[in-house]
């Protein structure tokens, strides 16, 4: 709602939450794999007070919004060590049906009576009409529905049922009609690699095969409804953003953002050290005049995170990436929660290249969280013991 009030009383909700698991205060434990993260995490701290008050690169009327989108979700890597993996993969993937079922029911807003129409439009209001967004917004549903997805199918993995299979569907397909081009690539990648962790399993290959048939033969049959009873100009968009994957496409996705990929570059190289999170992406959007001549990044979460923490930031995802390249050597060898932590990882670093991830609400936390399990070794079906 773009309160700067209203985004403060997120913090009174974090000391709620750290009181209401202070008893488990005991599941809290660190490991060797934590010391990364822990530099990294540190290091943003101590950033964070020099951008304020030695290079001026954020101002002190403008680190609540910092503080709410970028800084205390990181907080979700600590809440990894408290909260059952299992639980928190369950309650995310119901969490993505309620958002998913939103997402289409706020999609034909028009259909229903004017109170409820107006309701919805002043939600979705900025969103592209052809975009499905819920109550997130089409780049924040696109992410949750990566997560959710991830979750889903992981689990399908080691327990096939029709149920899940309909999860699954249900989900992705909410995803594709956000007409967000990096969920259609994460949703790609995300099957191939749960192929590749069945080994070529002929019958799961087939059953995804069929799986994804049906799915683009309901997803056409959506769109010419859609294109016959509400909006016509739905079917160039989509073949608009078709095209823009392709590379020789004069307006391809990474000529419209390669201006803001460059400034990142530049803002790097203008203070190496990094100039504080929240100083050029999302956060910036809610900054009535900027306090620095800075570019901002508000699609590339890779260089926003190069222009905001500096070498340290780029260091750290590198050994995220090598982390993460290793464990796909090795993903026969990966447990059940492991593995599936591990997809969704992927999914979301795929949604990076394009879009802020890790600064939209909720998903910011959850990028953490699944971070937070992901660097525990210990992590397997029961979140504990290996």
């Known amino acids: 709602m773009e309160n700067k009030i209203l985004l403060g009383t997120y913090i009174f909700f974090l000391i709620f939450m750290i ?25 943003i701290i101590i950033l964070t007070f020099f951008s304020l008050f030695v290079f001026n690169t954020l101002r002190i009327v ?8 970028d800084i205390i979700p990181i907080i979700g890597f600590f809440y990894s060590r408290i909260i059952p993996v299992e639980a928190f993969v369950e309650a995310i993937i119901f969490i993505g049906i309620i958002h998913g079922i939103l997402g289409i029911f706020m999609y034909f807003y028009m259909f229903y009576p004017s109170f ?16 499905m967004s819920s109550v997130s917004g089409s780049l924040g549903l ?12 992981g689990i399908f993995l080691y327990k096939r ?3 899940l299979l309909m999860i699954i569907f249900l989900l992705s397909f909410v995803g594709f009609m956000t007409m967000q081009r990096s969920f259609w690539i994460s949703f790609l990648v995300l099957v191939i690699l749960v192929i590749f ?11 995804f095969f069929t799986f994804s048939i049906i799915f683009m033969l309901l997803s056409i049959v959506f769109i010419q409804l859609f294109y016959v009873y509400i909006s016509p100009e739905i079917i160039s968009f989509f073949v608009e953003r078709i095209n823009s994957l392709l590379y020789f496409s004069s307006q391809n996705a990474i000529n419209e953002r390669s201006d803001q990929w460059i400034a990142g570059l530049y803002n ?10 929240g100083t050029v992406g999302q956060s910036v959007r809610y900054y009535e005049n900027l306090a620095h001549n800075f570019m901002p990044v508000f699609d590339g979460d890779y260089f926003r995170i190069l222009s905001e923490t500096g070498i340290i930031g780029f260091v750290f995802y590198i050994y995220l990436f090598i982390r993460l390249f290793t464990m796909f050597i090795n993903i026969s060898t990966l447990k059940q929660y492991k593995f599936i932590v591990f997809i969704a990882v992927i999914g979301l670093s795929i949604n990076m290249i394009g879009s802020n991830t890790t600064e939209f609400f909720f998903n910011n936390f959850l990028y953490w969280m ?17």
């Not at 696109?142 to 199918?153: C, D, E, H, P, R």
């Not at 962790?197 to 059953?207: D, E, P, Q, V, Y």
Request: glycine content about 4%; aromatic content about 20%.
């Open 268 to 277: 790097f190289l203008s203070l190496p050290s990094g100039l504080g999170l």
């Open 62 to 69: 403008d680190l609540p919004i910092a503080l709410v989108m």
């Open 116 to 131: 409820i129409s107006e309701i919805i439009f002043k939600i979705i209001e900025g969103t592209m009409a052809f975009r």
């Open 19 to 43: 009181f209401l698991y202070y008893p488990n205060k005991n599941k809290f434990k660190f490991y060797l794999n934590d010391i990364p993260f822990l530099i990294f995490f540190f290091y």
């Open 197 to 207: 962790k069945r080994n070529f399993n002929i019958k799961l290959i087939l059953s």
């Open 161 to 163: 049922s029709f149920k």
């Open 370 to 386: 699944n971070i937070g399990y992901l660097f525990n070794k210990n992590l397997t079906f029961e979140g504990n013991k290996t």
């Open 142 to 153: 696109a992410s949750l529905m990566i997560i959710a997805v991830s979750y889903s199918l």
